[in-house]
């Protein structure tokens, strides 16, 4: 089974803080995703990778930034974290763009004070 | 207006009931849709995948699209309490160029199935 895990479950930070998110996926999947998913408005793009050292914007990557240095790790991070940027993110990763399903972690819920 | 619109529920009904799950999109492009499912404290999980318009069925599950309508639908026959879950919708478009695999999601309806 493929497993997506995301370093921490829960995270609480002060406005301003730069904060790292970590995602590692361990079936050699070209693809990893950042989404965050809030009330009422499903889960929105942030970023996305289809290859080391690759990455895209996607739908809301204003405030975001991502590191892709090996295949199996996406890191998120949040250059100066702000109250509006509390959110539960989730990371994902796929075989290749085509039809293989996205496999995601189970989430970490932030906290911005 | 969103690309993807899903009944928000949420959704409440007794055990064995028949459950309707719906979405609308406005992207003719979309050409791959997808339900996913997630539990509580948990990631999203692929439940059901289409391609063309029409119904396919597992178990209990069945989707249908019709792409003249853009309109997706989940049917969950014979509900369980184990089915209470929120039920998203995905789509996109064809692979190709920087989409690879990126996924437009609905907002998600949140089912309850009571014993």
């Known amino acids: 089974d493929v497993k997506v895990t995301q370093s921490s479950r829960y995270l609480v930070k002060r406005t301003g803080e730069k904060v790292f998110l970590e995602c590692v996926q361990d079936m050699d999947h070209e693809n990893m995703f950042w989404y965050r998913q809030d009330p009422g408005l499903g889960l929105r793009l942030i970023y996305f990778?289809?290859?080391?050292?690759?990455?895209e914007k996607g739908d809301i990557p204003e405030g975001y930034s991502v590191s892709r240095e090996k295949k199996e790790r996406f890191s998120l991070i949040l250059e100066s974290a702000s109250t509006n940027q509390t959110s539960m993110y989730l990371c994902?990763?796929?075989?290749?763009?085509?039809?293989?399903?996205?496999?995601f972690g189970n989430g970490t819920r932030l906290t911005v004070t | 207006q969103k690309e993807v619109e899903q009944d928000p529920g949420p959704l409440s009904v007794p055990e064995g009931a028949i459950v309707s799950l719906n979405c609308t999109y406005s992207n003719s492009a979309f050409q791959y849709f997808m339900w996913y499912r997630q539990y509580s404290r948990k990631g999203p999980e692929l439940l059901m995948y289409?391609?063309?318009?029409g119904n396919k069925e597992d178990g209990r599950f069945t989707a249908q699209v019709d792409k003249s309508s853009k309109y997706i639908s989940l049917f969950i026959r014979d509900s369980q309490p184990s089915d209470s879950a929120t039920y998203l919708c995905a789509m996109r478009g064809l692979a190709g160029g920087t989409s690879y695999g990126k996924l437009t999601f609905g907002q998600g309806t949140i089912l309850t199935v009571h014993p």
């Open positions: 994902a990763s796929s075989l290749y763009g085509g039809v293989s399903p996205l496999h």
């Open positions: 289409t391609y063309s318009s």
């Open positions: 990778s289809y290859d080391v050292k690759m990455k």
